[in-house]
């Protein structure tokens, strides 16, 4: 296996992050932005939602009255984040990561008591 390749485009359309209090409405707004670039890009595949906060369930009426199919992972550990990535990477033209900070402590709990810290 080599890590040198021939170069080709491989960017993606958006990489972005949604600040906002409880109730805010990011779910929403990532879920109305998804939709709209699906739309752009004239996707066929899913939107996939990792979901630490149940906010998918909220959103996921959103993607049925445009048709659009919904797939989603609700875990807050870390491992399957890499795991749910990779797939929607195969499967999928965009990834909803509500919300990284779960994931974040769950990691950083994690290595903290494998550390002793």
């Known amino acids: 296996m080599t890590l040198l390749k021939v170069a080709k485009p491989e960017m993606a359309y958006l990489k972005m992050g949604i600040y906002g209090e409880a109730g805010s409405g990011k779910s929403f707004t990532a879920s109305q932005i998804a939709i709209g670039l699906h739309k752009y890009i004239k996707s066929k595949e899913a939107i996939a939602f990792l979901d630490t906060e149940t906010g998918s369930d909220f959103v996921r009426p959103i993607f049925k009255n445009e048709k659009i ?12 984040v890499l795991t749910v990535v990779d797939e929607a ?3 999928c033209s965009i990834l909803i990561i509500d919300s990284i900070t779960h994931i974040w402590n769950e990691m950083t709990d994690s290595y903290c008591k494998m550390h002793k810290i």
């Open 69 to 80: 199919e919904f797939i989603t992972a609700k875990t807050r550990a870390f491992k399957d």
């Open 89 to 91: 990477e195969k499967n």
